[in-house]
């Protein structure tokens, strides 16, 4: 998929071309400020070629890159970053590598699937006059609001372990619903490490695009302004990642006393055998003399002393508070 972005009166207007555009002649009769490629086949990377003379790599998104190689300059002037974005997907959140290439005024994106970041700029430049001056204004936008969006997700993940808080902190949580509970934290640490993940991604290349000395003042303080952000999110993520640990620790609390109490009802009721099991042996016993062998009411008189002995100690357990 190829999205082509253009200029009009300092607002940035944008258009799916992919359907449109049948050549690179076709291509050349718009001036991009950004084009944004989706999975991009490699005719359109023919087109890039032919008409920006920019050849984009076959692995330029593969996540086994070095990490040196993440942001450089070539000597024709290329300004390459890869970064990663995030997508909270409620069946798998991930994080998505995006390769960025500035040349020429013009940014190039290639990534393999739509991103919501994405989505919120364009949504964005459409009702804000004058929000996109030049190709690095778009990349600052977009770390910007892949800045918010890890935030609004931060939120998400608060509202959820206050579900959960509730959940685990009343008085009794059952093995199923500690089964439950810890899937539900396992998911909202996976959530809160990617955006740490994501927030460190950004920071690293916004810093880069400071240190290149590429931007003008007012973009610099811009980026100073996202730096700050994301420093504020670091905190909140330690946070997060504290109260999960404690929840985590509570309900595995909850399961050890549930298994306790298991294995306390399994110890009474060994101790309150040993009486009648000790008793049994005893008449099990053969010896010649035992004047209980000759008594009509010996075997009555045997199970009531073994009933006796079993509800003893049952009755010393209950005074004491053990069996609750």
């Known amino acids: 998929m190829l999205n082509v972005f253009t200029l009009d009166n300092g607002r940035l207007r944008g258009g799916l071309f992919q359907e449109e555009i049948a050549s690179s002649e076709a291509l050349s009769q718009v001036r991009p400020i950004w084009v944004d490629l989706e999975d991009p086949s490699a005719e359109e990377k023919g087109w890039i070629r032919d008409h920006f003379g920019l050849n984009i790599p076959e692995d330029i998104v593969d996540d086994d890159l070095e990490e040196s190689a993440r942001f450089y300059e070539e000597d024709n002037g290329e300004l390459h970053i890869r970064s990663d974005f995030l997508i909270d997907d409620d069946s798998s959140p991930r994080n ?53 969006y890890s935030a609004d997700v931060l939120e998400g993940i608060y ?88 929840l985590m620790d509570a309900t595995v609390g909850f399961i050890n006393i549930n298994q306790n109490k298991i294995i306390k009802i399994f110890s009474v009721a060994s101790v309150a055998l040993l009486p009648p099991t000790l008793i049994a042996s005893i008449y099990g016993m053969n010896f010649k003399f035992m004047p209980e062998l000759d008594w009509s009411l010996g075997y009555p008189y045997a199970l009531l002393l073994m009933a006796a002995s079993v509800a003893a100690p ?9 069996m609750r």
Do not use: C
């Open 96 to 148: 998505v590598r995006v390769a960025f290439i500035l040349f020429n005024n013009v940014l190039f994106s290639i990534h393999k699937e739509d991103l919501p970041v994405f989505r919120l700029l364009r949504l964005r430049a459409r009702r804000i006059p004058a929000l996109i001056e030049d190709a690095k204004d778009v990349l600052l936008k977009l770390y910007d609001a892949d800045a918010e």
């Open 314 to 322: 049952l009755i010393y357990f209950r005074r004491k508070g053990w």
């Open 159 to 246: 509202d959820s372990l206050e579900k959960v808080s509730a959940r685990v902190l009343k008085s009794e949580v059952n093995d199923a619903e500690a089964a439950e509970v810890l899937a539900a934290i396992a998911r909202e640490e996976d959530l809160n490490g990617r955006i740490r993940r994501n927030v460190m991604d950004t920071r690293r290349a916004v810093s880069f695009m400071m240190r290149s000395r590429m931007l003008n003042a007012e973009q610099f303080e811009e980026s100073r302004q996202i730096l700050r952000d994301i420093d504020s999110l670091d905190s909140h993520t330690a946070f997060l990642f504290d109260k999960i640990n404690f």
